[in-house]
């Protein structure tokens, strides 16, 4: 079974600085880019970046340009999400996805549960 | 521009067809997926590459693109189908950069 696992996150302060995690299993993780998206409580879907399937290539959001760095091991299966200079509107449940195919344009098809990260002083 | 519009509502009797539609510049380029979310759960996908449905996916589930816009049709809506619908498709602007993208979402209610 293909499974992916967030963690890491909690509340902080505007400002402060959080490393989120995905532990992916059940499939070849360096056949896949990997996408985070991230949902606003109450609110819709909003992707925040992808890393190609050999971490050369990293997009991201402009919400969030500049400020979050994803970044992953494949010797570990897992993927990472630095956000810093963090805001009150980047609290939100945090997703990591599993691309369908070797290119990120084929969308996401293995989602994992979410990770919370809440921004507050 | 790089948005997607939904309808924000939409409201079926069971065993009616509800239509969830997706407007925007960038599906008329890009291949296009539908995501259905129910409460308190992350995302599932239930259509790709424009009109495929993945495996495990009732075939009442279907869905059609055509220029700058996308539809999802579920045929014969049952109560389990409520929730929060989402079309999605990746894009690339003008200067190569890319990023993916996200309609505001439609919430589904079948009563």
């Known amino acids: 079974e293909m499974k992916m696992v967030e963690s890491g996150g909690a509340v902080v302060q505007p400002g402060g600085s959080l490393r989120l995690s995905c532990a992916a299993s059940?499939?070849?993780?360096?056949?896949?880019?990997i996408h985070w998206v991230r949902q606003p409580p109450g609110k819709g879907l909003e992707w925040v970046s992808v890393?190609?399937?050999?971490?050369?290539?990293?997009y991201y959001g402009d919400s969030v340009k500049g400020r979050f760095t994803v970044s992953r091991d494949n010797t570990k299966d897992s993927l990472y999400l630095q956000l810093n200079s963090l805001r009150g509107e980047d609290t939100a449940v945090y997703y990591c996805g599993k691309g369908r195919g070797k290119s990120a344009v084929y969308g996401v098809d293995v989602w994992g549960q979410g990770t919370t990260v809440t921004v507050s002083s | 521009s790089f948005e997607l519009t939904q309808p924000p509502s939409v409201s079926v009797s069971p065993g009616q067809t509800a239509r969830i539609t997706c407007s925007g510049n960038a599906m008329a380029k890009n291949l296009g997926f539908w995501y259905q979310q129910k409460s308190g759960q992350a995302p599932r996908l239930v259509i790709y590459?424009?009109?495929r449905r993945p495996s495990g996916i009732p075939q009442r589930f279907s869905a059609s693109s055509s220029g700058t816009m996308a539809t999802l049709t579920i045929s014969g809506a049952q109560v389990e189908d409520e929730g929060d619908y989402y079309c999605y498709c990746y894009s690339t602007d003008s200067g190569g950069y890319h990023r993916g993208l996200f309609g505001g979402g439609t919430r589904l209610t079948v009563l």
């Open positions: 059940g499939f070849i993780f360096d056949d896949y880019p």
């Open positions: 590459d424009d009109r």
């Open positions: 890393i190609s399937w050999d971490g050369v290539n990293t």
